[in-house]
């Protein structure tokens, strides 16, 4: 069982940063690929980005590329989305995601391929 818990979130203006961070409660964290989700009122749950079980690769929607960045400690079981230059439009719920994946490089990009998720944090933006 993998328990998920997302910290960071609260209200920042457009244009500054924020960073959310997800704690992993689990045996072999680098066993599995990370995600990072959110859902805005009335909204779909999206897809922001993701990183491997290395760390080494990542993959961002369009809509964050150049503005978020994914990254993940092993050894502490924990996972970094660094949001700048943030919009309005950024405002949501944010949810990290898990999954067991056997290659060190993958990248799991689908919403129903992750096993677990967090609570969320939100993020509100204010223009």
């Known amino acids: 069982q993998v328990q998920l818990v997302e910290s960071g979130g609260g209200l920042v203006q457009a244009g500054g940063s924020l960073r959310l961070s997800c704690a992993a409660s689990?045996?072999?964290?680098?066993?599995?690929?990370m995600g990072w989700f959110r859902q805005a009122p009335g909204k779909e749950r999206e897809f922001v980005g993701a990183?491997?079980?290395?760390?080494?690769?990542?993959y961002y929607a369009d809509s964050v590329k150049g503005r978020f960045t994914i990254s993940r400690d092993n050894a502490k079981s924990t996972v970094i989305l660094q949001m700048n230059s943030l919009k309005p439009e950024d405002t949501a719920v944010y949810y990290c995601?898990?999954?067991?994946?056997?290659?060190?490089?993958?990248?799991?990009?689908?919403?129903?391929?992750?096993?677990?998720w967090g609570q969320g944090t939100q993020v509100t933006v204010s223009s």
């Open positions: 689990v045996r072999t964290f680098s066993n599995y690929a």
């Open positions: 990183i491997s079980r290395s760390g080494y690769t990542t």
């Open positions: 995601a898990a999954d067991p994946v056997p290659d060190f490089a993958q990248v799991v990009i689908s919403m129903r391929q992750y096993d677990y």
